[in-house]
């Protein structure tokens, strides 16, 4: 073989690898590119956001529409005053049975399920009780309550409150005039849950869904580069009680996963000696009595002894449902409720500060004491 061929051999050569080098790159940038898509929306008192993850940010904006659109729909569903059929039930539900919806019919089961679990901790009865303190549906954190009389909470409190279902015809019944039914403390993690179905079907990567600190994520099909598998977890900080700006730790969040925090610092009032009302803040006030919107629904108070508890799950609305129960039930109760159940953990902070994980969070490095 002669030199001109040897160098047209090399050449041919060279361009072969280039080729292969420049295909293997577009194959790795194809193979790596993802959209991630952001939207936001106020529903249901809050910031509802979603962040999601696909090939295609077009197919992402489509399943983040519906998602929305599924959201708008349940919001309206679950409005206690609202013509939904959960409006229905709070103005004819004493008189005669309610035809229920699908999707309120299987939250207030899921809510009786939690009241019997909690003891009563939980309770979905006790919307004119919440009233009475001002934690009407429209309030915000712009807004002041009230502190009702011993005289207008006494017979709420003692009235007993049931709501009776007819699983077959799908109505239900309240027992008394004491009764209006909130799922406040239930429905946010329901729709939030019914989101990421949706988020599902549409066969995204990953995604995350806030609805007001009520949080699932999941993370289905993971960006793979060649073997390399991309499975970072999410990350969530849990928010200090006590200050706006800061986090007590930061929680890594696997698959798919579900977070919910109740705290005393949502919705809130502080009341003075004279009980002159002032807003809600995140900081406690000097010579001020906090009252929020978490009742008790045996005294009709606003629980003490714990000022935040958050509980991770695997949905939405068991993370919801037990962050109330928990925070109602305080300390020892609460945590017992945490591990008696299985795939739930949780984070409690006391009113004196401290700091308490469940077994499966000893690990995680958390503080003791608020910072």
């Not at 990953?206 to 499975?231: S, T, Y």
């Amino acid at each position: 073989m002669d030199r001109v061929t040897v160098r047209r051999v090399l050449f041919a050569l060279k361009i072969s690898i280039f080729v292969v080098l420049a295909l293997s790159l577009v194959f790795l940038y194809l193979q790596g590119r993802v959209a991630v898509v952001y939207e936001e929306q106020y529903l249901l008192g809050t910031y509802f956001r979603i962040k999601a993850q696909s090939r295609s940010r077009e197919h992402a904006q489509q399943a983040i529409r519906e998602a929305f659109s599924e959201a708008q729909r349940l919001s309206e569903e679950f409005s206690r005053i609202g013509l939904g059929s959960l409006g229905e039930l709070n103005r004819r539900g004493v008189s005669e049975p309610v035809q229920l919806s699908r999707d309120v019919f299987i939250v207030l089961e899921a809510a009786a399920r939690y009241r019997q679990l909690s003891e009563g901790a939980f309770d979905h009865t006790i919307g004119k009780i919440i009233d009475l303190w001002g934690f009407t549906q429209e309030w915000d954190r712009a807004g002041v309550g009230r502190i009702p009389s011993d005289e207008e909470l006494a017979p709420l409190v003692a009235e007993q409150r049931e709501v009776f279902l007819d699983p077959t015809a799908k109505t239900a019944r309240l027992a008394n005039p004491a009764i209006e039914v909130d799922l406040g403390g239930i429905a946010k993690g329901y729709i939030v849950d019914k989101v990421v179905e949706i988020l599902k079907k549409h066969e995204l990567d990953r995604a995350l869904v806030d609805a007001g600190g009520n949080i699932r994520v999941f993370n289905d099909r993971p960006r793979k580069v060649l073997w390399f598998e991309d499975r970072r977890p999410f990350r969530i900080g849990v928010q200090h009680p006590r200050d706006e700006q800061k986090i007590i730790g930061v929680l890594e969040l696997w698959g798919d996963r579900a977070l919910a925090t109740s705290g005393d610092y949502q919705r809130c009032f502080f009341a003075d000696a004279l009980n002159n009302i002032f807003p809600c803040r995140y900081a406690d006030e000097p010579d001020k009595i906090r009252y929020h919107h978490i009742i008790d629904p045996k005294t009709g108070q606003p629980a003490r002894g714990l000022i935040s508890a958050t509980i991770l799950a695997p949905t939405a609305m068991e993370a919801d449902a037990l962050s109330t129960a928990v925070f109602v039930l305080g300390e020892q109760k609460g945590l017992a409720l945490i591990e008696s159940l299985p795939n739930v953990e949780g984070i409690l902070v006391t009113s004196d500060g401290r700091i308490i994980v469940s077994s499966g969070l000893k690990t995680i490095d958390f503080p003791t004491k608020l910072p």
